[in-house]
């Protein structure tokens, strides 16, 4: 166990709705990193929070968007889905910048 | 540009040695990770190399050399449970900011 929750672990849900995921890094972690990975590809950097502030962003579509609040927890939006925006969504998080990630379970989202 | 490769697919026997090599072109070198991803699970940090050399933990062991743009993640007395892609990651300097760049991930097959 890595001390990252991610939750939903399962997400079903349809074309052009919205959805959101949410992230609890662990215990002291002041950046989250936000990660998409579809079936039998590589990771795919989204966006990267490091204490509340926007640090980095990566492929992240404009449909997209994400937040860290002030306890540090973060959540992923994602709206107006499409079929291809079905993959795993993993949340990572580190003590500083540049540090080790450490990831959490992820979040299967299947776009029907 | 910046750049990882690592071979796709490796296969090996339970109880053989295994090598898998990752080279990279990067600038501003921050020092390189390797993870441990099984299939549908989250990526789990194995080790990180700044300096050149050889670091060993256990069955496994990392070796970087940075005027190469090298490394390989060595395991030793496979198992059936190491059966899993092992992603490279480098990290690097990018203004003020930190990324970190990840490999497709080598999938290593454990047979018996």
């Known amino acids: 166990d890595s001390g990252v929750t991610q939750t939903p672990k399962h997400l079903i849900t349809a074309t052009g709705q919205r959805v959101t995921l949410r992230c609890s890094p662990r215990?002291?972690?002041?950046?989250v990193y936000w990660y998409q990975q579809s079936l039998d590809q590589g990771l795919q950097f989204l966006i990267h929070?490091?204490?509340?502030?926007?640090?980095a962003k990566g492929n992240i579509l404009e449909r997209f968007s994400a937040q860290q609040f002030p306890d540090l927890h973060s959540e992923l939006n994602l709206s107006s889905l499409e079929l291809g925006d079905s993959a795993l969504y993993f949340c990572?998080?580190?003590?500083?910048?540049?540090?080790?990630?450490?990831f959490g379970p992820g979040t299967r989202l299947t776009v029907l | 540009g910046q750049n990882i490769d690592q071979p796709t697919e490796m296969t090996a026997t339970e109880g053989a040695i295994v090598q898998i090599n990752c080279t990279y072109q990067t600038s501003g070198f921050n020092g390189l990770f390797w993870y441990q991803q099984h299939a549908g699970e989250a990526p789990t940090f194995l080790s990180y190399n700044v300096l050149d050399g050889l670091e060993e933990k256990g069955r496994f062991s990392s070796f970087l050399s940075r005027s190469k743009g090298y490394s390989y993640l060595l395991l030793k007395e496979l198992q059936m449970k190491d059966s899993a892609s092992y992603l490279c990651a480098v990290s690097r300097n990018a203004g003020n900011n930190r990324k970190l760049i990840w490999g497709l991930g080598t999938s290593l097959a454990v047979n018996p």
């Open positions: 215990s002291g972690d002041l950046s």
């Open positions: 990572a998080s580190s003590v500083v910048v540049s540090d080790t990630q450490y």
């Open positions: 929070y490091y204490n509340g502030e926007e640090r």
